[in-house]
């Protein structure tokens, strides 16, 4: 089955998918006694792609994951009305599984949480949300590569001598994006857009300490890339040239 990642429960029915699978292949691979590659906390690391030894990200994205329990959850009632009770019991089997595990424990705790009927609902819940609550998919090529432009920038801006208020306005938004970038795969693409788009209003709000050469050049790139991330769910090109205006840089072609 292939559960597209263009809504709140495609996105929890894709990460619990992956652990129900991976666990399942490490429980072939070690079936005698424990192994840290069962756990909770390694599977989540190899998903969003993080050290598993890193306890505050491990219950960042956790705490992440119960955040969007709810937010499917809203999405279903609101679907749904007031006959959303018929359709809220695969989440409520879910979040029973989520609030009383943790992390340290082995993913196969989930299992009986995660079983056919409740991922099955799951899925038809992310078919039905699709009719009424698409969202902007992003594939995996597109944000690893925006990842690296994200990464090479924030180098660049280290490297300069632009002023110190600056610089940090700049990395603090390149550090936010990629958090959200990072984090598609369980916050889906509104928080790329809501980083980008801070950033933005932070230039705005700063047009006037932008001086030297390098520092309109700095802007320009800065600008460039959270055009790059706002164009990836398709609403850049306005946000760019409002902002564009209001620190005197080019704008961009129709």
Do not use: C
Request: hydrophobic fraction near 40%; charged fraction near 25%.
């Amino acid at each position: 089955m292939t559960i597209t990642t263009d809504t709140s429960a495609g996105r929890l029915w894709n990460i619990l998918h992956f652990g129900n699978e991976m666990s399942k292949e490490m429980s072939k691979r070690h079936t005698f006694g424990p192994s840290d590659t069962r756990t909770i906390q390694h599977i989540l690391a190899t998903l969003f792609g993080f050290d598993q030894t890193d306890k505050i990200r491990v219950v960042q994205v956790y705490g992440a994951l119960l955040n969007l329990l709810s937010e499917v959850d809203d999405d279903i009632k609101r679907l749904y009305g007031e006959n959303a009770s018929l359709y809220r019991g695969p989440l409520v089997k879910i979040s029973q599984g989520l609030s009383r595990a943790k992390i340290e424990d082995e993913w196969s705790v989930l299992w009986p949480f995660l079983d056919e009927a409740a991922m099955s609902g799951l899925a038809l819940a992310a078919q039905n949300l699709k009719e009424v609550n698409l969202e902007t998919q992003i594939s995996e090529e597109e944000l690893q590569k925006l990842l690296k432009q994200i990464d090479e920038l924030t180098e660049s801006v280290y490297q300069s001598s632009i002023g110190t208020e600056l610089r940090n306005i700049f990395l603090r938004g390149l550090e936010e994006l990629r958090r959200a970038v990072i984090d598609y795969k369980i916050s889906g693409s509104i928080n790329i857009e809501r980083a980008a788009q801070g950033t933005f209003g932070a230039i705005v709000l700063s047009a006037d300490k932008v001086r030297t050469a390098e520092e309109k050049e700095k802007v320009k790139d800065v600008l460039a890339i959270m055009n790059i991330a706002l164009n990836l769910v398709n609403v850049g090109r306005h946000v760019y040239n409002l902002v564009a205006a209001a620190t005197g840089l080019p704008q961009l072609p129709a």
